[in-house]
């Protein structure tokens, strides 16, 4: 199966151009604590991490939706490998299109989960 | 009647002290195209402007709940006077707590109300 067939089955997870990225969705997407640290950990990643290895004590279904929420925004993106989807942020499209405001939120000390 | 006593009547609205701005709630404040417009505006102004003196093509309640989640989350400070409210945005409080942020979401060209 290519990628476009998968992709018109539902199997991949939608993706945002980088143009069709805008700021009131990535900010509401950043608005949470635990989405916050979920950007905040990718963003000391040197490769993609397992979506299932953040270790928050939240549910299972709490965390897909907080994932969905950051993936459709535009802020990460999400490739499965076999049974679980490799995450990533997107910090590149990021930068390009809001210079400064991921290093504004990332340098905030305000944030606990 | 002193500012005290009106606050304790409810009838000052409440607004967070700059140690309790918290950066979720900022963002979400921010996470609105009419929002983003209010704070926008405000940051062009020298002076406090009439709550009623924005121009959208919204209704009042929703304006009031707009100036209310901004308010809340300390991105803007409304006094009132006689019958309007005089709205200024909290900059100096805001590039205090979270350097550049406003600055990075300002200067995004992708708001469009």
Known sequence: ??????????????????SEIELPAVLHALSDPHRLEIVRRLNEDDEPRPCGKFGFDISKSTMTHHFRTLREAGVIRQERQGTTKMTELRREDLDARFPGLLDAVLSSKTVHV
């Open 1 to 18: 199966m290519t990628v476009v067939q998968a992709k018109l089955m539902g199997m991949e997870p939608h993706h945002p151009e980088r």
